[in-house]
């Protein structure tokens, strides 16, 4: 047990410690000590029944929510994954730094396993495919031995920055420090601004805790919930539906059919009713200069292979 304790630490730690098995059956299983940073996130939020309450906490999270979705959507998805625009280093270096606050781990990571969805969609190479059943779509596939490790020849184009290498290395450093900034954030306005009604303890648990645990859920619900609710407005090979109320919560990533049809595509929402806030972002990003080149899905391929039922 303490070898194992050891070992898991220093996963914690450096990520690229990890040793893989090599029984397919063995991988498949969930290994508790590993996953235990990932446990502890959520009993942590149970902290809210233990400090008092504030509306600047609980406005605190939700902007700590949307700030981070966007990296993710944003950045994580639609420039990291599918390059669906341009950016110059440090843009680049910047969101990827910001998507690691939302401790979904690296850029690198997180675009490698989601080229390999793309690759694979709704088939047994599928890294989640509701197929496999729900709680392994949602988060079974991530806190299992199999996918721990960045599959690094789906993403030579990421692997030649060495500060995006570091990051999904060492990707629990990042989460840490955010999250005591928030803590001390909250000590100093406890000082400085009184009628807030907060401290440090207090925003920690609503700004990272409760804020996380959401984001995080409510980010795998596009693995796990689009692939079977929602509408089909495209002839995709797999699963994926559109669905407008995960689309709000995620800032336009529950238009996942028609992203499906033309993965490239900075927009998701294909359509003006289709709400796409990422998209929105990303458009005025691109007006002051920080991305440029966003690729529209054209016309032509916007109208074709639409099925019936849309």
């Known amino acids: 047990m303490l070898t194992r304790l050891k070992q898991a630490a220093a996963v914690w730690l450096d990520s690229g410690k990890h040793v893989q098995h090599a029984s397919d059956e063995d991988i498949r299983q969930i290994d508790l000590i590993r996953i235990f940073p990932f446990i502890a996130l ?24 949307f700030i981070r979705m966007f990296a993710i959507t944003g950045f994580y998805h639609r420039y990291f994954s599918h390059k669906a625009f341009k950016t110059g280093r440090i843009i680049q270096f910047l969101f990827a730094l910001l998507g690691a606050c939302a401790t979904q781990r690296g850029a690198l990571w997180w675009a490698a396993h989601h080229r390999n969805h793309h690759r694979s969609s709704d088939t047994e190479d599928d890294p989640h495919s509701p197929r496999e059943g729900f709680f392994w779509s949602h988060m079974g596939w991530f806190l299992s031995r199999k996918h721990v490790h ?32 928030i803590f001390f954030l909250g000590v100093l306005l406890k000082h400085v601004a009184p009628e807030l009604q907060t401290n440090g303890v207090q925003l920690l648990i609503w700004g990272y805790f409760v804020s996380t645990v959401v984001l995080i859920h409510v980010t795998l619900t596009i693995n796990s919930l689009t692939h079977r609710f929602g509408r089909r407005r495209y002839a995709t090979n797999d699963d994926s539906r559109n669905n407008w109320f995960l689309a709000v919560l995620t800032l336009g990533e529950g238009w996942h059919n028609n992203h ?24 005025i990003m691109s007006w ?8 529209e899905i054209p016309a032509e391929v916007r109208a074709a292979r639409k099925v019936a039922e849309a």
Request: aromatic content about 22%.
């Open 42 to 65: 959520h009993l942590m939020c149970i902290g809210v029944f233990f400090v008092e309450f504030s509306w600047f906490a609980v406005g605190f999270a939700f902007a700590m929510y």
């Open 150 to 181: 960045t599959q690094e020849q789906l993403i030579p184009d990421l692997m030649q920055f060495p500060e995006l290498r570091w990051l999904d290395r060492f990707d629990m450093v990042v989460p840490v420090v955010f999250a005591t900034a």
């Open 260 to 283: 499906h049809h033309y993965p490239g595509s900075v927009r998701q929402g294909f359509y003006w009713w289709e709400i796409d806030i990422s998209y929105y972002l990303l458009k």
């Open 288 to 295: 002051t200069g920080l991305i440029h080149d966003l690729k």
